[in-house]
């Protein structure tokens, strides 16, 4: 592991991985089927949602349970834009303004608070967000929801809908990664740490745990409202039920497992808000919930990092072992040693 990780010291070999990385994300959606596109589609849309979810409770050290509604208000904020005509880049401006400042009015009521207090005020927005799109029914479509179109596959660009989907995911998602991790490697996300180990060492230190939670908040709303618009460029609709409660507690979930304070653990928890319920789904649709239920307890229990941790682990174990050979090594037994007269015995005879 430490030879691996030497090896990619070196510039060259992170420019060459980068490259690579970047050759399979343009070539993988032509190559792929359609249900293999979609389902990287939506894995992209979640994992936006859980970076935000993680820059505000895994690099922040806040609780936010209300991640979901901001996903939904971006999607609501999306379809309104496509449907009265507005520029496709002016609603992704709006599906992220939006959001962003409702985060901020929130943050700045509650980011004074602490523990289940500010749990508290994060659930309620997903629980009244949804009686809230149900009445506003001229905006939102009422209990029916709302459909929205714009992501067709242009027809100079000689490619699916399908293919076309994925690009635009790829496209955005990857933005939103590469500014969460300067973000977070900088300045600001070492002020972030300090802030969630301990707030009075921050004050002492000049940082304001105030200002940097109401940020982290606003740049995980803006995060939500990004995922929100992806949401419809995957999907085409949305409805109440996106921003329900259940689906806040799934994104919990996806964090956790994938790896609390990890850009990497985001993307593997996009991964499992996806692929997870489709295969607990396919062996038995009753036990759905105990099935994540269990998967949720074995990871926390082994890995109480995230799966992102995984690889630590296994160098860890593996480092563990060789030391304990090296520490301990076999020693093989030497014959007894011979009785004296026995070899004078032996002659005479």
Not at 51 to 57: A, D, E, P, T
Not at 175 to 203: M, S, Y
Not at 298 to 312: C, D, E, I, K, M
Request: aromatic share 8%; with cysteine.
């Amino acid at each position: 592991m430490s030879r691996i990780s030497e090896l990619f010291a070196s510039r060259w070999v992170r420019w060459g991985a980068i490259a690579v990385i970047a050759i399979v994300l343009v070539l993988a959606p032509l190559g792929l089927p359609v249900f293999a596109n979609q389902t990287l589609t939506r894995i992209g849309v979640y994992a936006v949602a859980v970076l935000g979810l993680n820059i505000v409770m895994g690099y922040t050290g806040q609780v936010s349970l209300g991640q979901i509604f901001f996903v939904g208000l971006g999607a609501y904020v999306t379809a309104y834009g496509v449907n009265a005509g507005w520029n496709i880049v002016v609603v992704l401006a709006a599906a992220c303004l939006i959001p962003g400042v409702v985060g901020l009015l929130v943050a700045l009521a509650a980011a004074r608070l602490g523990g289940l207090a500010i749990a508290m005020v994060t659930i309620a927005l997903p629980i009244v967000g949804v009686p809230l799109a149900k009445r506003f029914s001229d905006l939102t479509g009422g209990s029916q929801g709302t459909s929205a179109s714009f992501s067709s596959a242009p027809a100079w660009t000689g490619l699916y809908d399908d293919q076309w989907e994925l690009y635009i995911v790829i496209a955005i998602a990857t933005t939103c990664f590469l500014l969460a991790r300067n973000f977070v490697r900088g300045k600001f996300g070492r002020a972030l740490a300090i802030v969630r180990e301990n707030e009075a060492v921050a004050l002492s230190m000049g940082i304001s745990p105030y200002r940097y939670k109401v940020i982290a908040f606003t740049i995980a709303s803006i995060l939500g409202g990004v995922s929100g618009f992806l949401y419809m460029a995957a999907i085409g609709y949305t409805s109440p039920e996106t921003m329900s409660f259940g689906h806040s507690i799934t994104l919990l979930a996806a964090m956790v497992i994938g790896g609390a304070g990890s850009i990497a653990g985001s993307l593997i928890g996009g991964v499992y808000y996806v692929l997870v319920p489709q295969l607990t789904n396919a062996i038995d649709p009753n036990l759905t919930a105990i099935s994540q239920g269990v998967i949720l307890l074995a990871v926390l229990f082994l890995l109480p990092r995230g799966l992102v941790s995984l690889p630590r682990v296994i160098a860890r174990l593996t480092a563990r072992r060789r030391s304990s050979h090296t520490t301990h090594p076999q020693v093989t037994p030497s014959p007894p040693p011979a009785r004296p007269g026995s070899t004078e015995r032996q002659g005479q005879k």
